[in-house]
Nanobody, 115 residues
Framework: QVQLVESGGGLVQPGGSLRLSCAASGSIFSINRMGWYRQAPGKQRELVAAITSGGSTNYADSMKGRFAISRDNVKNTVFLQMNSLKPEDTAVYYC?????????WGQGTQVTVSS
């Protein structure tokens, strides 16, 4: 089992920045990929960014150049640095982990971009 706890969401003005954190615990040795997804009201959950245990990353096209995912293997934490935020980035952001073919989700953290 893997437990994921997100933090760092909140209200930010357009053009601002936020950094989300996701701390993993439990069977962390089995995690081979972690990432962030988001879900806006009335929309499907979508991939934001992901990072493998080897450090390879991938991003949704609309986030490239604005968002950056990173991980601290010592602290078992994944970060999502979000810059140049837009109102359309408003959503609940979920941390995700893949471990031995199983999918785990955090509880989500709200990000609201508004003036």
């Amino acid at each position: 089992q893997v437990q994921l706890v997100e933090s760092g969401g909140g209200l930010v003005q357009p053009g601002g920045s936020l950094r989300l954190s996701c701390a993993a615990s439990g069977s962390i040795f089995s995690i081979n990929r972690m990432g962030w997804y988001r879900q806006a009201p009335g929309k499907q959950r979508e991939l934001v960014a992901a990072i493998t245990s080897g450090g390879s990353t991938n991003y949704a096209d609309s986030m490239k150049g604005r968002f950056a995912i990173s991980r601290d293997n010592v602290k078992n934490t994944v970060f999502l640095q979000m810059n140049s935020l837009k109102p359309e980035d408003t959503a609940v952001y979920y941390c995700h982990a893949m471990a031995i073919g199983r999918s785990y989700w955090g509880q989500g953290t709200q990000v609201t971009v508004s003036s």
